[in-house]
T-cell receptor, first 117, second 108 residues
Framework: AAGVIQSPRHLIKEKRETATLKCYPI?????VYWYQQGPGQDPQFLIS???????DKGSIPDRFSAQQFSDYHSELNMSSLELGDSALYFC????????????????FGEGSRLTVL | GQSLEQPSEVTAVEGAIVQINCTYQ??????LSWYQQHDGGAPTFLSY????GLEETGRFSSFLSRSDSYGYLLLQELQMKDSASYFC?????????FGSGTRLQVQP
């Protein structure tokens, strides 16, 4: 079965550079979430989209922006990168604006590991 | 806002039973989920409780008491492969909010 696809899997950037992460949700899933997970930390919610519109916003820095496109894939753009941005970035998808119906399940991709030097 | 509390670490032996507790505070509540995450891997869904009571899925069970804002994950017949971090997560008025995670170490 198709899963959530994230690219790139690994990314190394210098401070003050920009980075773009991509997420391709499971087919027919119309909601995408972005989470940031630092070493030894829990996943922190950044932002979500439902039907190509931003549906919720968490602790996303102003230096970051994201959007969901007509084919439902999403991109997270990060500018003026800082050392503290080094983390695993997970994308997750679900059906509808909440979690998947009665199952409460978000389907996570394998993550994109960003290292800022 | 939303906050969740769960123990940071639990150690148990193979074949044993372990319970990971989670208490939460949230504005608006739709359900409590549990996710498993191995080091460097993606969180994977284990269970979801929207109503009070026990949900059983194989060796894993999850319990919810909405009146107590409390839930737990019960893992039975522990195996070495169960060594991982376990997160409770609240579905409230905003997207899923995760607890800080419980690192389970299963010993032979």
């Amino acid at each position: 079965a198709a899963g959530v696809i994230q690219s790139p899997r690994h990314l190394i950037k210098e401070k003050r550079e920009t980075a773009t992460l991509k997420c391709y949700p499971i087919p027919r899933h119309d909601t995408v979430y972005w989470y940031q997970q630092g070493p030894g930390q829990d996943p922190q919610f950044l932002i979500s989209f439902y039907e190509k519109m931003q549906s919720d916003k968490g602790s996303i820095p102003d230096r970051f922006s994201a959007q969901q496109f007509s084919d439902y894939h999403s991109e997270l753009n990060m500018s003026s990168l800082e050392l503290g941005d080094s983390a695993l970035y997970f994308c997750a998808s679900s059906l509808g604006p909440g979690t998947s119906g009665d199952t409460g399940e978000l389907f996570f991709g394998e993550g994109s590991r960003l290292t800022v030097l | 806002g939303q906050s969740l509390e769960q123990p940071s670490e639990v150690t148990a032996v193979e074949g044993a039973i372990v319970q990971i507790n989670c208490t939460y505070q949230t504005s608006g509540f739709y359900g409590l989920s549990w996710y498993q995450q191995h080091d460097g891997g993606a969180p994977t869904f284990l269970s979801y409780n929207a109503l009070d009571g026990l949900e059983e899925t194989g060796r894993f069970s999850s319990f919810l008491s909405r009146s107590d804002s409390y839930g737990y994950l019960l893992l039975q017949e522990l195996q070495m492969k169960d060594s991982a971090s376990y997160f409770c997560a609240v579905e409230g008025r905003r997207a899923l909010t995760f607890g800080s995670g419980t690192r389970l170490q299963v010993q032979p």
